[in-house]
């Protein structure tokens, strides 16, 4: 029978396209894998509402029967709309250590890509931005965050050796909580409050967050418009996410800075990392798995930011001062030691300035390439 690809037909083999990474990687300690149910819905062309403005087709490549990769092809219609090109993407990127396997799953994307008229091929990419991106090129003796995806060293070294190239970085950075905010970051926070009439919202429960994520969502769409691969949320996406997140918010580590008017001006929404307990419940929530997450949600020394964003009309101003010294003071009450930022473009430079003040370090990179059709 020897080496084959297929196209994904049915649900049955959607499911083996999702857990192939949990064999590909069993016994390594610092895979993550990822919730079965939430990629299910992630990748269902009914149940996931990017697909009002993307298509994708899904390939698994088979070696004697046995699956030995996966990839997803995907053309983003509103990106491409908004930058005036012809861009296809690949994601879901996993292949055992063999440059044919690589081969035969990129070139299947790419006679797809190039039948859609497409002219370029990027990725690993998702659907948006909170889908996992990148391969990772260093940081392989470290645990990715929650929202990360881990990688085998080949992975790089492959896709380069087929003439794909770097087309972005992006980086994450492991930051070690100080045992006290600095007095100077607390006059500071209030200073600026004062100079530009700011408050921070009182968030006592769930509830009194999702009262602002209207506005929050607004703020991502209109300040994360030209970030890289980033387009802009559709009505039906945000209200996927908000039932996506609810569930892991604690409001102590989140902070929401407020106008004279309500309005909301600029957040920072971090979480307690979920990484050991996804490692835990091996991919399923029930019966034992949703137990692990909660109680990681519950008890917990690290905790990794998930979005942070500041309106235009208030950047360089020192709003980051305010929401740092909300959420950290919430960390140093909590016992919680590590903070880990979650995906950053390397030319990022405001926010890789942030971590500035702290002990800090490197945690990881991943890269996303590209290559003309």
Request: net charge positive; glycine share 4%; aromatic share 14%.
């Amino acid at each position: 029978m020897g080496l084959i690809i297929k196209t994904i037909s049915t649900k049955k083999e959607l499911k083996e396209f999702i857990k192939f990474p949990d064999r590909l990687y069993a016994g390594n300690k610092l895979y993550v894998p990822a919730i079965h149910s939430k990629e299910l819905l992630t990748l269902s062309f009914d149940k996931n509402p990017a697909f009002e403005f993307c298509r994708a087709k899904y390939w698994l490549a088979y070696d004697n029967g046995e699956i030995v990769g996966r990839i997803a092809g995907i053309i983003n219609d509103r990106y491409n709309e908004k930058h005036n090109i012809k861009y296809a993407r690949f994601g879901w990127l996993d292949f055992v250590n063999d440059k044919k396997v690589l081969i035969l799953l990129l070139q299947a994307v790419r006679e797809w890509a190039i039948s859609q008229n497409m002219e370029y091929l990027h990725g690993p990419l998702g659907f948006s931005s909170f889908d996992a991106s990148g391969i990772l090129i260093e940081g392989f003796d470290e645990m990715p965050t929650s929202f990360a995806h881990y990688n085998f060293p080949y992975y790089s070294r492959l896709i380069e050796e087929i003439g794909y190239k770097k087309d972005i970085d992006w980086v994450e950075y492991y930051v070690k909580v100080p045992e006290y905010v600095p007095e100077k970051f607390k006059v500071g926070a209030e200073l600026i409050k004062k100079r530009y009439n700011l408050h921070s919202a009182s968030l006592k429960n769930k509830k009194e967050i999702l009262k602002y994520s209207d506005d929050i969502f607004k703020l991502i769409n209109d300040e994360y418009k030209d970030i890289y691969a980033f387009s802009q949320l559709s009505k039906k996406q945000i209200m996927a996410f908000k039932k996506q997140f609810a569930l892991f918010l604690r409001p102590e580590y989140i902070s929401i800075v407020l106008n004279s008017t309500n309005e909301v001006v600029a957040f920072g929404i971090t979480m307690p990392s979920l990484a050991k307990a996804q490692q835990k419940a091996k991919g399923k929530l029930f019966p034992f798995g949703f137990i692990h997450i909660m109680n990681a949600l519950k008890k917990n020394n690290t905790v990794e930011a998930l979005l942070i964003a500041v309106k235009k009309d208030y950047q360089n101003r020192g709003v980051n001062g305010i929401i740092f010294t909300d959420i950290m003071s919430a960390y140093i009450k909590n016992g919680i030691i590590n903070f880990e930022s979650t995906r950053e473009m390397e030319n990022n430079v405001k926010i890789n300035n942030l971590w500035n003040k702290f002990e800090y370090r490197l945690h990881n990179r991943t890269r996303c390439y590209i290559k003309q059709l």
